[in-house]
C-alpha cells in the first residue's frame, strides 16, 4: 500500500510539523511505503513576486539566507508539481493535513489534479469541521482527532478490500449521506516512533538565530492545552474528542530525550522549537526531569510560555536545558480587552515579571501580540506597543485576530468562516472581519508599522503614520524606515 502525505503550507513557511513526521514514522514502521509532496518549496510564479506592502520585519543578518538556498529552484505551478508527484509515486492513498487557512487551496488543487485513488483529510478542520470537508466531492473521507492507528488500519481495508465503516475517527460518505465513527481513546504518546524527517526537504532545517545559522526544526512534546483562550480552537478540538480521555496530555521526559538525541544523530538537529502551547504549563517535578535528561544533549531551543505560569525555578530548569528564546503571550497591552473579549486573566505587572526573569536568566524573549480585536481602539493598540516598548523586547510578532471556526469568538459575533462566494476567508483579509472600532484598513496600516513604532523614536511617529497607507509613496516610505529601523 502506497501513501502519500500531502502538507499544505506557504511558500518558504519552514519547519517540519511533529504530527505529519510521527504519522510517517507510524505508517513505515507498519510497513507501508509513504511519500510526501509539500507545498513550502514549490515556487510559483505568484510566489516569487513578493507583494509590495509586506512588512519585511527586522532581524540579525546571517552569512546566508533561506531565499539563496532556494534561488536555483525552477518555477512552477502547485498543480505541476502535484501531477508529477501523482505519476511518479503512484499512490493508493492520499493522506491531506489540512489546516482551516489552506483546506480551499487543497480542494483547488485535487480539482486541477484530479488523483485516481481515495482522499483523505486530518487535521483540525477536519475533526471541527466534518460536514464542511466530507461535503466536497473531492474528499473520500476525514480522520476526527488522532490518525496514527486510523490511517494504518484504513490504509489495510483498502488494500484487502474490508469494510471501513466501523473504524474509530473515520467519517465517510455512503448512499450520499455523511457518517461520522466515535472516536477512540487517545493514543499514549510515549509509544511512538521519533518523528520522521527524512522525507522532507532538508531546507526546513535552517534555522537562524542572533546572526548564526543552526539545524533545526519543530518539536511536540505534549497535545492539547487546558487554556480557555477565546480565540484558540483547543476549546472546539476539547469538545470535539471529549469523550476519548484527557485532551492535554505529555510524554515522558525519557521518551523526549530519546526523540530529541535521535534527531540529533541522524539530522545534525541542534535549535529546535518546542511547538506546545507552553512549555510551562508542565510542574516543576517534570521539568527538573527534563532539565536532568536534556542538559547532556547540549542542544538549544525557543518556546512559547505564559506570562502566569513563570517563575524563576521553572526558567532556570528551562534555561539548564538549553532554552535560549521564549515568546510570552501578552495579546493586549489592555488588560480590560485581554480579560474581557480574551479570557486572559494576567496583569501587566504580571508580563513584566515574566519577562524579566525570561531575560535575567539570558533567555532572548519576543512577544505574541494581536491587533484587530473586538472594540478595540487606535488607544488600545499603541497600548500594546507601548507595553512592548517598556518591556524592551527583542522582537515582537503581531497579528490581526481571526475567529477561527468553533472558537468562542466565531460564535460569540456570529462570524462565518466562508464568504459570500462560498470560499473561505483567508487571514491575510482577517481585517475584513472589522471588530474592532477601525477600519480594515487602519488595522492592516498598523500591522504593516507595528515595528517601525516599536523600534523608532517618537519624534518618528508622525512619519510612520504617513507609512501606514498601501499607496506606493506610503510603502516606499515604510521601506526606508524599516532600513532605518536595523540599524539602531
Same mark, same amino acid.
Request: net charge positive.
Given at each position: 500500500?502506497?501513501?502519500?502525505?500531502?502538507?499544505?503550507?506557504?511558500?518558504?513557511?519552514?519547519?517540519?510539523?511533529?504530527?505529519?513526521?510521527?504519522?510517517?514514522?507510524?505508517?513505515?514502521?507498519?510497513?507501508?511505503?509513504?511519500?510526501?509532496?509539500?507545498?513550502?518549496?514549490?515556487?510559483?510564479?505568484?510566489?516569487?513576486?513578493?507583494?509590495?506592502?509586506?512588512?519585511?520585519?527586522?532581524?540579525?543578518?546571517?552569512?546566508?539566507?533561506?531565499?539563496?538556498?532556494?534561488?536555483?529552484?525552477?518555477?512552477?505551478?502547485?498543480?505541476?508539481?502535484?501531477?508529477?508527484?501523482?505519476?511518479?509515486?503512484?499512490?493508493?492513498?492520499?493522506?491531506?493535513?489540512?489546516?482551516?487557512?489552506?483546506?480551499?487551496?487543497?480542494?483547488?488543487?485535487?480539482?486541477?489534479?484530479?488523483?485516481?485513488?481515495?482522499?483523505?483529510?486530518?487535521?483540525?478542520?477536519?475533526?471541527?469541521?466534518?460536514?464542511?470537508?466530507?461535503?466536497? /466531492?473531492?474528499? @473520500?473521507?476525514?480522520?476526527?482527532?488522532?490518525? #496514527?492507528?486510523? !490511517?494504518? $488500519? %484504513?490504509?489495510?481495508? *483498502?488494500?484487502?478490500?474490508?469494510?471501513?465503516?466501523?473504524?474509530?475517527?473515520?467519517?465517510?460518505?455512503?448512499?450520499?449521506?455523511?457518517?461520522?465513527?466515535?472516536?477512540?481513546?487517545?493514543?499514549?504518546?510515549?509509544?511512538?516512533?521519533?518523528?520522521?524527517?527524512?522525507?522532507?526537504?532538508?531546507?526546513?532545517?535552517?534555522?537562524?538565530?542572533?546572526?548564526?545559522?543552526?539545524?533545526?526544526?519543530?518539536?511536540?512534546?505534549?497535545?492539547?492545552?487546558?487554556?480557555?483562550?477565546?480565540?484558540?480552537?483547543?476549546?472546539?478540538?476539547?469538545?470535539?474528542?471529549?469523550?476519548?480521555?484527557?485532551?492535554?496530555?505529555?510524554?515522558?521526559?525519557?521518551?523526549?530525550?530519546?526523540?530529541?538525541?535521535?534527531?540529533?544523530?541522524?539530522?545534525?538537529?541542534?535549535?529546535? /522549537?518546542?511547538? @506546545?502551547?507552553?512549555?510551562?504549563?508542565?510542574? #516543576?517535578?517534570? !521539568?527538573? $526531569? %527534563?532539565?536532568?535528561? *536534556?542538559?547532556?544533549?547540549?542542544?538549544?531551543?525557543?518556546?512559547?510560555?505564559?506570562?502566569?505560569?513563570?517563575?524563576?525555578?521553572?526558567?532556570?530548569?528551562?534555561?539548564?536545558?538549553?532554552?535560549?528564546?521564549?515568546?510570552?503571550?501578552?495579546?493586549?497591552?489592555?488588560?480590560?480587552?485581554?480579560?474581557?473579549?480574551?479570557?486572559?486573566?494576567?496583569?501587566?505587572?504580571?508580563?513584566?515579571?515574566?519577562?524579566?526573569?525570561?531575560?535575567?536568566?539570558?533567555?532572548?524573549?519576543?512577544?505574541?501580540?494581536?491587533?484587530?480585536?473586538?472594540?478595540?481602539?487606535?488607544?488600545?493598540?499603541?497600548?500594546?506597543?507601548?507595553?512592548?516598548?517598556?518591556?524592551?523586547?527583542?522582537?515582537?510578532?503581531?497579528?490581526?485576530?481571526?475567529?477561527?471556526?468553533?472558537?468562542?469568538?466565531?460564535?460569540?459575533?456570529?462570524?462565518?468562516?466562508?464568504?459570500?462566494?462560498?470560499?473561505?476567508?483567508?487571514?491575510?483579509?482577517?481585517?475584513?472581519?472589522?471588530?474592532?472600532?477601525?477600519?480594515?484598513?487602519?488595522?492592516?496600516?498598523?500591522?504593516?508599522?507595528?515595528?517601525?513604532?516599536?523600534?523608532?523614536?517618537?519624534?518618528?511617529?508622525?512619519?510612520?503614520?504617513?507609512?501606514?497607507?498601501?499607496?506606493?509613496?506610503?510603502?516606499?516610505?515604510?521601506?526606508?524606515?524599516?532600513?532605518?529601523?536595523?540599524?539602531?
Amino acid at each position: 500500500m502506497r501513501i502519500l502525505l500531502v502538507h499544505p503550507n506557504n511558500y518558504l513557511n519552514i519547519g517540519i510539523p511533529t504530527g505529519l513526521a510521527t504519522l510517517a514514522a507510524v505508517l513505515k514502521q507498519r510497513g507501508l511505503v509513504v511519500d510526501l509532496f509539500d507545498f513550502t518549496f514549490v515556487k510559483t510564479a505568484s510566489s516569487v513576486k513578493r507583494p509590495l506592502n509586506v512588512n519585511p520585519g527586522i532581524y540579525l543578518p546571517t552569512v546566508y539566507t533561506l531565499e539563496d538556498l532556494v534561488v536555483d529552484d525552477p518555477v512552477q505551478s502547485l498543480a505541476e508539481a502535484f501531477s508529477a508527484k501523482l505519476k511518479a509515486f503512484k499512490p493508493d492513498l492520499i493522506a491531506i493535513s489540512a489546516m482551516t487557512s489552506y483546506f480551499d487551496e487543497v480542494i483547488d488543487l485535487l480539482r486541477q489534479v484530479p488523483p485516481r485513488c481515495p482522499v483523505i483529510v486530518g487535521g483540525v478542520h477536519s475533526t471541527i469541521c466534518p460536514k464542511d470537508v466530507l461535503l466536497k /466531492k473531492e474528499i @473520500d473521507f476525514i480522520c476526527v482527532g488522532e490518525g #496514527e492507528e486510523l !490511517l494504518v $488500519e %484504513l490504509s489495510y481495508c *483498502l488494500a484487502k478490500g474490508g469494510n471501513f465503516t466501523e473504524l474509530e475517527n473515520l467519517g465517510y460518505k455512503k448512499n450520499g449521506r455523511i457518517f461520522i465513527n466515535r472516536c477512540r481513546p487517545f493514543i499514549d504518546l510515549n509509544i511512538l516512533p521519533e518523528p520522521d524527517w527524512s522525507l522532507f526537504d532538508q531546507r526546513h532545517l535552517f534555522r537562524p538565530f542572533m546572526g548564526r545559522v543552526y539545524r533545526g526544526s519543530f518539536y511536540t512534546m505534549s497535545r492539547g492545552c487546558p487554556g480557555q483562550c477565546t480565540y484558540c480552537v483547543n476549546g472546539a478540538m476539547r469538545e470535539a474528542l471529549k469523550d476519548c480521555g484527557r485532551y492535554f496530555r505529555f510524554q515522558s521526559p525519557a521518551t523526549t530525550a530519546r526523540q530529541l538525541g535521535y534527531l540529533k544523530e541522524h539530522y545534525g538537529a541542534t535549535w529546535f /522549537k518546542f511547538a @506546545d502551547d507552553s512549555i510551562m504549563l508542565f510542574n #516543576e517535578q517534570y !521539568l527538573e $526531569e %527534563l532539565a536532568e535528561r *536534556l542538559e547532556p544533549l547540549s542542544i538549544q531551543f525557543g518556546c512559547s510560555v505564559r506570562p502566569e505560569t513563570t517563575t524563576e525555578r521553572k526558567v532556570k530548569l528551562l534555561k539548564r536545558m538549553g532554552c535560549v528564546a521564549a515568546s510570552v503571550g501578552i495579546e493586549s497591552g489592555n488588560e480590560a480587552l485581554r480579560k474581557r473579549v480574551l479570557n486572559r486573566y494576567m496583569s501587566n505587572q504580571k508580563i513584566k515579571q515574566a519577562v524579566e526573569i525570561l531575560k535575567n536568566a539570558g533567555i532572548r524573549v519576543s512577544t505574541f501580540n494581536m491587533i484587530g480585536l473586538p472594540g478595540e481602539t487606535r488607544k488600545n493598540v499603541f497600548e500594546t506597543i507601548s507595553l512592548n516598548k517598556k518591556l524592551k523586547v527583542e522582537a515582537a510578532n503581531v497579528y490581526i485576530v481571526y475567529p477561527y471556526p468553533g472558537t468562542v469568538l466565531s460564535w460569540q459575533y456570529k462570524t462565518k468562516f466562508r464568504d459570500a462566494t462560498g470560499k473561505i476567508i483567508p487571514v491575510s483579509r482577517a481585517s475584513s472581519f472589522a471588530f474592532s472600532t477601525m477600519s480594515p484598513t487602519e488595522v492592516e496600516g498598523l500591522l504593516a508599522t507595528f515595528d517601525l513604532y516599536l523600534r523608532l523614536p517618537e519624534k518618528k511617529w508622525p512619519q510612520i503614520r504617513k507609512a501606514e497607507g498601501s499607496c506606493s509613496a506610503a510603502i516606499r516610505l515604510r521601506q526606508q524606515l524599516y532600513e532605518q529601523a536595523v540599524n539602531i
